[in-house]
């Protein structure tokens, strides 16, 4: 009896069976909004992007996986990083909730990462983003590991932020997130 009890602990953790169930949507703290940073394809899996808020890093992930970040409404700036710079703005409504999906494109080098707004609208792409947050937990990174990258990476940030204020704001054209695209609380179940 036993070993057929260790058998069913050892054996999905052998298959690589995640039998966890997944967080699914968590509203935010009173005051405050969500975003899920939600990649859904496995395309280019083993690559990773880093995600920033403003001028703070924030998490990386690779492959298909999403990350739960909370910050304050209003207007605010995430941008990711690879190959490329992909920034996104947001003017984030109190209590709101909203998914930016994560794309992978071919790059010269390295992979390029893109950043576009999900809203229910686009039926098929926000099941699938519905999906995986449903079923699997989101990449949660250590507060020690997020302050020691904002110190590595504070010149790095300062140089691609003064380059985005500079440049890439009035040239390039990034997505943008409006309060009106927070996913209604019944779309969510």
Known sequence: MKTKLILLVLIPFMLGINLAKGQGFTPPAPGKAVVYFTRVTSYGG?????????????????GKNYMRYECEPGQ?????????KEFIT???KDGGTYIVIVNIEMGAWKARVGLAPLTIKDAELFERAKKLILSEP????????????????????????????????????????????????????
Do not use: R
């Not at 941008?79 to 490329?84: I, L, P």
């Not at 380059?163 to 969510?188: C, N, Q, R």
């Open 76 to 84: 605010n700036l995430f941008w990711a990083s690879s190959e490329n």
């Open 90 to 92: 947001a003017d984030l």
């Open 46 to 62: 083993a690559v990773s992007f880093e995600y920033f808020h403003q001028d703070k890093y924030i998490g990386a992930f690779k």
């Open 138 to 189: 989101p990449v949660v990174i250590p507060e020690n590991k997020i302050q020691s990258m904002n110190i590595k990476l504070a010149d790095f940030i300062k140089e691609k932020l003064d380059l985005y204020e500079t440049e890439w704001k009035s040239t390039k054209d990034f997505g943008h997130i409006t309060a009106d695209m927070a996913i209604p609380v019944e779309a969510m179940k």
